[in-house]
């Protein structure tokens, strides 16, 4: 069974950093685009920056100059570091990715459970 795990949320203080890390596990061939979205309370998820098999990266308007998102192939795992946090980019943030499973075709779509973000003096 594939899954995604997220660690690394918690509570921050505006200004302060943030680093989260997403794992890729189970049985699977390969992993493509990865993806790091977010939810905060009320409103719809977003998307807050992806990255390709090759590192071609995109960015939310809102997390430009302050987010990087990077991944690991070798180890299939992707980060999301956070920098100069600002109370509106609490959310909880969800890992997507899509992965190849060895029982399936083709790739499939898969989310994390999610990781808290607050950020609050």
């Known amino acids: 069974q594939v899954q995604l795990v997220e660690s690394g949320g918690g509570l921050v203080q505006p200004g302060g950093s943030l680093t989260l890390s997403c794992a890729a596990s189970?049985?699977?061939?390969?992993?493509?685009?990865m993806g790091w979205y977010r939810q905060a309370p009320g409103k719809q998820r977003e998307v807050v920056a992806t990255?390709?098999?090759?590192?071609?990266?995109n960015y939310a308007d809102s997390v430009k100059g302050r987010f990087t998102i990077s991944r690991d192939n070798a180890a299939n795992t992707m980060s999301l570091q956070m920098n100069n946090l600002k109370p509106e980019d609490t959310a909880v943030y969800f890992c997507?990715?899509?992965?190849?499973?060895?029982?399936?075709?083709?790739?499939?779509?898969?989310w994390g459970q999610g990781t808290q973000v607050t950020v609050s003096s």
């Open positions: 990255i390709t098999t090759s590192g071609v990266t």
């Open positions: 189970g049985s699977f061939f390969n992993v493509g685009r």
């Open positions: 997507n990715a899509d992965i190849r499973p060895r029982d399936a075709p083709r790739r499939q779509d898969y």
